[in-house]
């Protein structure tokens, strides 16, 4: 891998080796996190590529560029993605009501009450589901583990988000499509399994599943070799542990990586967060994003399209402190709007962060995070395995840190 002088490309190198030592002593030598690593580059030059940390349980080995991590939520910006490239084929469109696609869905209704043993009662949306709700999640669907409302009980107590459950893509669409919305699709903003129902959308109308379509149309392309819904058996000595915060415990093995969930395939294919992948590959993945669509000779989207999929697609260019009715994010609320798959800075000065207006990211559930910068031409993948994500402000120092960097 080659690291390219940061003076020549904006940054001061002493300050981006700081980072390094910052994480170090407030989230290695404390315990708080299991490992980092840390990708920054700009204009598709990396000038700071840093690995610390054990990659599994008692064991000596460090942590590398060829280690292998679950990036969860990651995964939503790659579904989406997909889905526009049939939006540039003609096959869907960002308006098509879900239904159309995945009749399932075609009677589903507004929460009206009921829940807890008790049938639940519905009433008309104002408005059909329509795909641009599934990647804005605006969809009126929601998370289990959000534990906010009676569907998502619903969801807990069905075991629809088990991925080695008894569920397989559709018949996880079939289920939902039995269960109340929280609201009137376009109205407020939940995170939820709008994404892994996008995924649903992507098959139905590609014809081939999610995995084959992310491999051939997707991650062969741009030669994202380690990323995928499994990890290969020659490939699984470079996974690495994955941890949990367990309250009165302090951090337990969530998935030991010598006899992980992921070294076998998912029945329910999540497009929402199954995917693991490397920092490099993930990096290939944003510098795509970054190019309008293309890389290395290779052209997954037009540039109006990611331009177009990286505005704010809330309604009235509200942001999610207006809008939000979730519990949990993968992002801070205010200043924050939302796109076709990423959420989107509307408001620098409301996000009270430094950054720029345009730039769009996300993260996962296991701490990773990743932001594109069209302005500074400047990407950062941070990889690391503990959930839940929101634990450590780690990400909002990180980019804090990183654009105190620039010169």
């Not at 988000?161 to 376009?186: I, R």
């Not at 990611?306 to 505005?311: A, H, P, R, S, V």
Request: charged content about 20%.
């Amino acid at each position: 891998m080659k690291i390219a002088r940061p003076d020549k490309h904006g940054f001061d190198g002493k300050r981006l080796a700081a980072i390094d030592t910052f994480l170090k002593e407030r989230y290695l030598d404390t315990g708080n996190l299991p490992h980092t690593q840390l990708l920054v580059a700009r204009d598709g030059e990396i000038v700071h590529f840093s690995s610390q940390g054990s990659a599994r349980e008692g064991g000596g080995k460090t942590i590398d560029e060829g280690s292998i991590f679950r990036i969860a939520s990651m995964t939503k910006p790659i579904t989406s993605v997909a889905f526009m490239m049939l939006v540039e084929e003609c096959k869907v469109a960002l308006d098509t009501p879900v239904h159309h696609v995945l009749p399932e869905f075609k009677k589903v209704g507004v929460y009206a009450g009921g829940g807890a043993g008790v049938p639940f009662m519905t009433k008309p949306t104002d408005e059909p589901m329509r795909m641009v709700d599934l990647l804005r999640h605006t969809s009126g669907l929601t998370y289990g583990f959000q534990n906010r409302s009676n569907i998502d009980a619903a969801h807990r107590e069905l075991k629809l988000e088990n991925w080695h459950g008894n569920h397989d893509l559709d018949s996880f669409v079939a289920a939902l499509g039995k269960l109340p919305l929280e609201f009137s699709p376009g109205t407020s903003w939940n995170y939820s399994v709008s994404t892994d129902v996008l995924g649903a959308v992507v098959q139905r109308v590609s014809g081939m599943t999610l995995p084959q379509f992310f491999e051939q149309r997707i991650f062969t392309p741009l030669g994202m070799n380690d990323t995928g819904f499994t990890v290969p058996a020659d490939k699984l000595d470079r996974l690495v542990d994955c941890y949990t915060l367990v309250p009165g415990k302090g951090r337990v093995m969530f998935d030991r990586a010598s006899e992980s969930m992921w070294s076998t395939p998912f029945k329910l294919v999540s497009g929402g967060g199954g995917l693991v992948s490397t920092a490099l590959d993930y990096q290939k993945f944003c510098q795509m994003c970054l190019n309008g669509g293309e890389l290395g000779g290779v052209r997954l989207l037009g540039r109006k399209t990611i331009e177009l999929m990286t505005q704010n697609h809330l309604p009235g260019g509200a942001d999610l402190s207006a809008m939000s009715k979730s519990l949990f994010s993968e992002t801070q609320n205010a200043g924050t709007g939302f796109g076709l798959g990423f959420a989107v800075t509307i408001d620098t000065a409301r996000s009270m962060m430094p950054g720029s207006v345009g730039e769009y990211y996300w993260g996962g559930m296991f701490s990773t995070a990743f932001f594109i910068d069209p302005v500074e031409r400047v990407t950062m993948v941070f990889m690391t395995q503990l959930s839940p994500s929101m634990i450590y402000p780690i990400r909002r120092e990180l980019k804090t840190m990183i654009y105190s960097a620039m010169t």
